[in-house]
């Protein structure tokens, strides 16, 4: 059930009645249900994946709270006779216990994961080895992926994590717990929730706040409107352009870097949107996804910007972890003695990077393009960083800190050179990504775009209009936002003004989204993942 | 709370650590930063930090920063 069918609204029109409807405690149970049924619409099958998350998940916090417990109770027991060291020894005694609980949970979750998602993208590599030494190739498994397999498992995954580290509350009620892996409008491209967040409004009884209600609908609006006007008209442009790298090579494949831009940004901005929006119209408050990232100046500030949620995850359950070893801290000391420079403290960091960023490639897909993408995201920021002294003098030297022009230069950069990592999401074939980004400096086609090839693509004269006064709006929202809620300010209008806006937004759906042959009113790009 | 100061001060020499409390809120300070003061404070004051006390709480400034180095040394 795609958020962009008469399905999925239909059964939104009818959750969202009786949710209003039944008596405030049964609120919770109500999307519990809502959500199963959404989940089991992509296949009946898939929703056996997700109860074993649920229960492994549920067990798992249950047994690492009896020893927290038991822990608690005996030094309060054994105050008086034991000595600092004996607590100490205890302390540690216990927390390897809850070690080995944890570590079961994620093997086993990241091990389902991981063989649903990985296995033919293993057999893949190693057929190729195979077939240097002439050997019979291994058959491929299919595994059926489920959807959102990626985001429920981090999610849960990241609840268990808090639950040991203490940093969360623990869930008695396997249902509500259920409901937070399951919340039908994030579960299939996030945003990635915490416990300690989402549980706040998840499971409160709600009435009917009629301002937080059309402020989510609102939301969800303008999901639809970059959904459905912007991402998937300009969708068929860049499937033309990528579809045929042999003859859009050179200017085309910058014209596809800053198609592909737009439509990634609007179909996933646009996806987080309607998510959001919903979960609001429930009265559930979930964390922001984005904050406007193409007005990044680098790509570290990129990357705090554009899907957060999974960046504050992989940071806080991988990076973190990884760099604050003590097999790390080791490594780093042994770096600053052999390295005396500045660069031995920054060996060890760049190391944990490389590992995350790997990590983050081959979270995004299973194949050599993803993973060759994030391990180029991390040499960027590993230079970039090596490079902070240069900017540093730069700057000084040429007084441009802070300068409008040098700003919008910044981003400029930082937005062109994202798009340019991006072509290994959109040839998916790392050789050919590589091709295609070098055919730009060697082919020197651009009279082309202005012979008419870019109305060969599949867009006509209206479609480009249209896209561009949809980027046009979409750049201003996000232009206006800086200074605050665009929603609370249309709220403070008068009434007219209000539907003036609900009717301008419902209108441009209807009238200028793409339904029409040869547009797929598809699948969000982030729901493969 | 010199020692402190003086690993803070080499990785960002324009910031007032004796009064800023932001310094994570207001984004002076980033994750690379983060793990190369836990390295830091492992090799002056010999104390492991967590990755679960590796929250803003505890690094938005300097004062916070070394309470919690503090904590950690007592456990």
């Known amino acids: 059930m795609y958020f962009t069918s008469y399905q999925f609204i239909l059964f939104l029109l009818i959750l969202f009645i009786a949710y209003y409807l039944v008596k405030k405690k049964y609120q919770w149970i109500l999307l519990l249900i809502g959500s199963y049924i959404f989940y089991a619409f992509a296949g009946i099958e898939y929703l056996f994946y997700f109860a074993t998350t649920t229960i492994s998940t549920y067990l798992i916090s249950q047994r690492i709270k009896k020893v927290k417990i038991k822990q608690k109770e005996y030094l309060k027991i054994n105050k008086a006779d034991l000595s600092r060291q004996e607590k100490k020894e205890y302390k540690k005694v216990m927390k390897a216990k809850q070690w080995h609980y944890l570590l079961i949970c994620l093997l086993f979750n990241f091990g389902v994961l991981g063989i649903v998602k990985y296995t033919d993208f293993m057999i893949g590599n190693i057929n190729g080895i195979l077939s240097l030494f002439h050997g019979e190739p291994l058959s491929f498994m299919n595994f059926a992926l489920p959807m959102g397999i990626s985001f429920y498992t981090f999610q849960s995954m990241g609840y268990i994590i808090d639950v040991y580290r203490g940093t969360c509350e623990v869930e008695d009620n396997i249902f509500k717990l259920s409901l937070f892996i399951s919340f039908f409008p994030q579960v299939i491209q996030g945003p990635i929730s915490r416990f300690k967040d989402l549980s706040q409004t998840l499971y409160q009884e709600h009435d009917f706040d009629l301002k937080a209600i059309s402020f989510g609908l609102q939301r969800v609006l303008w999901g639809f409107f970059k959904k459905l006007v912007i991402a998937d008209r300009i969708l068929v442009a860049v499937n033309t352009l990528i579809g045929d790298p042999a003859t859009y090579d050179g200017i085309f494949v910058l014209v596809g870097m800053i198609y592909y831009a737009i439509e ?56 973190y972890p990884l760099s604050v070893n003590p097999r790390m801290l080791k490594f780093s000391n042994w770096s600053r003695r052999t390295f005396p420079s500045g660069i031995g403290k920054r060996i060890p960091v760049y190391v944990s990077s490389f590992i995350v960023w790997f990590a983050t490639g081959i979270w995004h897909g299973a194949s050599w393009n993803f993973i060759v993408w994030g391990l180029l995201n991390a040499v960027v920021i590993c230079l970039s960083e090596e490079m902070k002294p240069f900017y540093e003098w730069f700057h000084q030297h040429f007084h441009v800190d802070g300068k409008t022009s040098y700003k919008i230069f910044q981003i400029a950069r930082t937005f062109l050179l994202m798009s340019s990592l991006r072509i290994l999401d959109c040839y998916r074939d790392v050789p050919l990504s590589f091709a295609m980004f070098g055919s730009m400096f060697t082919k020197f086609n651009f009279s082309e775009i202005f012979n008419g090839a870019l109305m060969n693509l599949g867009l006509s004269m209206i479609d480009y209009i249209i896209i561009i006064i949809g980027v046009f709006v979409m750049f201003m929202v996000s232009f206006m936002q800086r200074k605050g809620s665009i929603r609370e300010r249309i709220d403070k209008k008068p009434v007219i003004v209000k539907f003036f806006v609900y009717y301008v937004l419902i209108f441009a759906i209807v009238l200028f989204g793409a339904y029409s042959i040869g547009y797929d009113a598809s699948q969000f790009i982030y729901n493969q993942f | 709370m010199e020692d402190l100061l003086e690993i803070l001060e080499e990785l960002h020499d324009d910031v007032d650590y004796e009064t800023c409390t932001t310094l994570i809120d207001d984004k002076i300070l980033d994750s690379f930063d983060i793990v190369t003061i836990v390295a830091e404070v492992n090799n002056v004051f010999d104390v492991q930090i967590p990755a679960e006390e590796l929250i803003p709480e505890n690094f938005n400034s300097a004062k916070a920063l070394y309470a919690l180095i503090e904590r950690l040394e007592d456990e």
């Open chain 1, 264 to 319: 990634l940004y609007a179909d996933f901005t646009g996806g987080i949107d309607i998510t959001i929006g919903v979960a609001q119209m429930f009265g559930v408050h979930l964390t922001e996804n984005f904050e406007r990232p193409y007005f990044s100046k680098n790509i570290a500030e990129y990357w705090r910007r554009w899907h957060i949620t999974m960046g504050t995850w992989f940071k806080d359950y991988i990076f």
